[in-house]
């Protein structure tokens, strides 16, 4: 047996265990953890300053650094971020619906873990309490894959972790991290169906992408969004600006920000110099369809032609495409043809153009005169977010603690048999 | 562009229109699709003589030649069956829930179709009609690839519906046959992520595993079932016994028919031999463990020795493996190392047994005294089933309407930014 197949039975087994406790207990569990990560504090920076070490020898930009970086602030914020899982409801027991039906079976259907959850992720050592946090409240055992990056950091927090499931008297196997870098185990733990139930991989294109194509595990892919605003030709001007600019700079490097902007051509020859002005002041840089650029050019913004490819990719950054559409339905198909599924958003005063939208674009989040940027947890209230899903099985969408659940069904006769 | 690929573009563009549609035009079609499979019986029954000609040539048997023909009355039968899921309540629409937050965002959970669907499936000719009608009603287009020994029933099917789409003005592509017997284009239509967004196999387990390993489509996986009943040491024989025998003789060939009878050894001196006296008047072998043998031998059944593997198949036939277990615990261990999470069930007094069972029993559906029979669409009351999943992402146990839809997020604001 591998150390993967290993790991793999020994959460099966520790998944029984969590499935059944009580949601005191696991809240105890979570409390604990959270007490013993601020204890240990000192271990994990040590560990987190090793990490930090080698990044800076490799050359890693100040940005990654800074997500890298644990300082005693950051560990007591995570560390409190665990004690606000405690507050949030547990969905593990609650009945969705029953009835009793024709033939005499009580029937229910109850609310249980998944069992065992994989996440694969990238260099952020937050990813590893917060997914711990989130399954152990949930009741699953989960199987963690930081990136390579923060190597050092994931272990040393998952030792932590594993003392406090020990001193709670739940098994250590509740959260393993895989304590090698190799990739080859990356591999392995996607056909580790026998025992993993979920597959959440947190990451870019080329992840999602080898998931896709190497697992026999179901996964959730998601967290990749070319987000698209179409401007109705029924719009305050004015409003329409500051919402297409709060989508576009509040954190561009999100998914859920705005990337392209699609004109309604009726409106173009007004709205289109108003968005240079106010992106110039913005420092958004346009990438302008042929139908966009005439009107562009003479504005203060920086226009650059749009280029092959630039509808299809996100650019996490300070540029913006612009097009100009017939109408509606040409926004539709656009939309249709380069978006992810993620997030989209009209701008209109028009009920009939809002509710057509709403029907036809087929996006996790659709807004009506909204920013795409809601599409988060936190905001829609779910509490906590475990990814965001831009696939359509099982959770669409922000996945909160309910995405991390299944149901079963139960029926209750009286030593019934089928007629 | 490939054959497949040209389907799945077309599946797409038919799936926006389907979305879109009323619940009333939908049952239109229904409708009309029911009287024009009555009215073109001729074509398909021929075709169906055809089939029919070639699976007796090739020395099917009588019991899958009965399974593959299609008369009048079965055809009249079929039709009436996609009448009635015009009946059935329409999941497309619904507001799941929803709420106004404190940003001011309306947000709520509407249910909407899946998109597209991929149904393989073995040699049927009624799940032709059954899952087109279901995909139709539900709003989603679908792509079918039967067995090749129905090939030209389906086509013809097919054609009619297709009729019957065209005459109501939607598009043919809405259900498409894949009209190629050729091996090769399984494999293709499992990566077809870009146009299909979830993909059921109806078939064996080696068809299963095909699709979790090679598919890149979300796949639902299930109708494999080694069902088990444990008999607690609290039960009134009698009732046990008639509850175990139904779920063993009623249809043996159906995946929640019981295959493993687990028995409490305080009562198994007892219970064994009143086993024995009901399984030999149903007819039924037993496959008797070792701590079960020396109660069984001396009873009227046929009694041979349970062998290796036999715990981790299904029977599908008149068998039954017959073992004694310590205790509650042991029974429970059992059906997680040879279950495959169908249907499990309890027969005890004790309510404390009951619920330790419900909870720890990690199935689809899990009873406490009735019969594992009853994990079916129509005894649940969904009016349909699209298949039975034993995974355990989207759906689980019986697959009804629901299943063939997913939610999207809508946000309602008044130009609305994220603070």
Redesign the interface.
């Given at each position: 047996m591998s150390m993967l197949e290993q790991m793999g039975k020994a959460a099966k087994q520790a998944s029984?265990q969590l499935?059944?406790l009580s949601t005191a207990k696991k809240n105890q569990v979570l409390s604990v953890m959270a007490d013993m990560l601020e204890a240990n504090s000192e271990v994990i920076l040590q560990a987190n300053e090793q990490d930090m070490a080698q990044a800076r020898a490799t050359g890693m930009t100040e940005a990654l650094l800074d997500r890298l970086l644990l300082t005693p602030a950051r560990l007591a914020a995570i560390a409190n971020d665990v004690r606000q899982v405690c507050r949030l409801n547990d969905p593990v027991g609650h009945v969705l619906d029953g009835?009793l039906?024709d033939?005499g079976?009580k029937?229910e259907r109850r609310r249980?873990p998944?069992?065992v959850i994989g996440v694969i992720y990238e260099a952020r050592p937050n990813v590893t309490i917060d997914v711990a946090s989130l399954c152990l409240k949930t009741g699953n055992a989960v199987i963690l894959r930081g990136g390579k990056e923060t190597h050092n950091t994931n272990l040393a927090t998952v030792k932590v972790i594993q003392q406090a499931l020990e001193q709670c008297g739940l098994p250590a196997a509740a959260v393993q991290a895989i304590d090698s870098p190799d990739r080859a185990l990356v591999n392995e733990l996607l056909r580790l169906?026998r025992y993993v139930?979920?597959l959440i991989p947190r990451g870019g294109a080329g992840l999602h992408k080898l998931c896709?194509?190497q697992s026999?595990i179901?996964?959730?892919t998601g967290g990749i969004g070319v987000c698209h605003t179409y401007v109705d030709d029924s719009v305050?001007f004015d409003?329409?600006l500051?919402?297409i600019e709060?989508?576009k700079i509040?954190r561009p490097s999100a998914c859920n920000s705005l990337e392209t902007l699609l004109v309604n051509r009726n409106i173009a020859e007004q709205f289109l110099p108003a968005l240079s002005a106010k992106m110039a002041a913005a420092g958004v840089t346009l990438h302008a369809a042929q139908n966009a650029m005439p009107l562009l050019q003479n504005g203060p913004a920086t226009v650059v032609d749009v280029a092959e490819g630039d509808y299809d990719d996100e650019w996490l950054s300070l540029d913006l495409n612009v097009l100009v559409v017939d109408d509606i339905d040409q926004a539709i198909d656009h939309i249709?043809t380069h978006g992810t599924n993620h997030s989209d958003a009209i701008?209109t005063r028009s009920l009939s153009s809002?509710e057509h939208f709403?029907?036809?674009v087929?996006?996790?989040?659709?807004?009506?005169?909204?920013?795409t940027?809601?599409?988060d947890g936190g905001?829609?209230?779910l509490g906590a977010e475990v990814a965001v899903s831009t696939?359509?099985?099982?959770a669409?969408?922000?996945m909160g603690l309910d995405a991390l659940t299944?149901?079963?069904?139960?029926?209750?006769?009286?030593?019934?048999?089928?007629s």
């Open positions: 029984w499935a059944v009835s039906l033939s079976l029937l249980v998944l069992g169906d139930d979920m896709r194509e026999t179901p996964v959730i305050d409003k329409a500051t919402v709060s989508a509040q249709r701008l809002a709403v029907r036809a087929d996006s996790s989040a659709v807004y009506v005169n909204a920013s940027r809601f599409t905001q829609f209230g696939q359509k099985l099982h669409r969408g922000p299944t149901y079963k069904w139960i029926g209750y006769g009286d030593d019934l048999v089928r």
